[in-house]
């Protein structure tokens, strides 16, 4: 080794680019879920819907076989809403929180009877009909319909907080945290960009061992880093360098 030099390189504003990197990263490493369309093609706002519903406070590996049964035996909006109310919630029986069920096949009926069957194409649309909160009626906006909505659930603040590296205790920033998503979130893919959004939190930003190295946007857009997200080997220039931010540094030899 001749001689060390090290220049830092500054962070990219959060922004377009960022949004960028995260789909870049997204089209290659995307989780394969049933509900989810194939690249670039919409998905059926009821499909989403239903997923959407059935994620809330359920893990994805729990809801999978349940969304599948529920598709198979009411493959449409309109079968779902003239469903026997008894049937639907036998159906739920181990998803659990039964008050989602009965508002799953009351927003059923509503969509049926208030909208001719189509789900609403707004945000505000979307969370007028029963069961559906901010985060949903965003999610559904986004990844159905393309709107630029940012459904932020408690993963998603765990990302923004990390990458903004913001201090603001729950619940006061949670307000904060929904305005820099907001941000973040580009007028077209605005669903691919909340599905990513979702990807990273549960596969990479994770709540206790956040996987750094993986990360699209450890390089240029993260202010938070994890160094213990590594197996580092205490002493080791080269892996210091990759797990904090003094990575920024270059070593030129
Ligand atoms: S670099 Fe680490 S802390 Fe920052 S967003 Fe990525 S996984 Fe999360």
Redesign the pocket.
């Known amino acids: 080794m001749k001689a060390v030099a090290r220049r830092q390189l500054p962070l990219r504003p959060a922004g377009p680019d960022t949004a960028a990197a995260l789909l870049d990263w997204y089209d290659r490493e995307r989780r394969d879920l049933p509900w989810r369309g194939k690249r670039g093609k919409r998905v059926d706002p009821y499909r989403v819907w239903l997923s959407e519903i059935m994620l809330q406070q359920t893990t994805v590996k729990a809801v999978i076989p349940f969304y599948e049964r529920f598709l198979q035996r009411w493959p449409t909006v309109d079968a779902l809403a003239a469903a026997d109310t008894e049937d639907v919630l036998s159906a739920w029986a181990g998803l659990g929180y039964y008050s989602r069920a009965r508002n799953l096949h009351k927003c059923a009926k509503a969509v049926v009877s208030e909208h001719g069957g189509q789900f609403p194409r707004t945000e505000e649309g979307l969370g007028a009909l029963p069961g559906i909160g901010p985060y949903t009626a965003a999610a559904v906006a986004a990844i159905a319909f393309g709107i630029p909505a940012t459904p932020v659930d408690g993963n998603i603040e765990r990302?923004v907080s990390?990458?903004f590296a913001f201090k603001q205790p729950l619940p006061g920033a949670k307000r904060e945290l929904k305005r820099l998503a907001a941000s973040l979130t580009p007028q077209r893919r605005a669903g691919d960009f909340a599905q990513a959004m979702m990807d990273?939190g549960a596969t990479?930003?994770t709540p206790k061992r956040?996987?750094?190295l993986m990360?699209p946007?450890?390089q240029d857009f993260?202010r938070?880093?994890?160094p213990a997200?590594m197996d580092a080997r205490p002493g080791s220039v080269l892996t210091y360098c990759l797990i904090t931010r003094l990575c920024r540094y270059h070593v030129i030899l």
Do not use: A, D, K, W
């Open positions: 990302v990390r990458l990273l990479v930003c956040p996987s750094c990360c946007l450890q993260c938070t880093g994890f997200s």
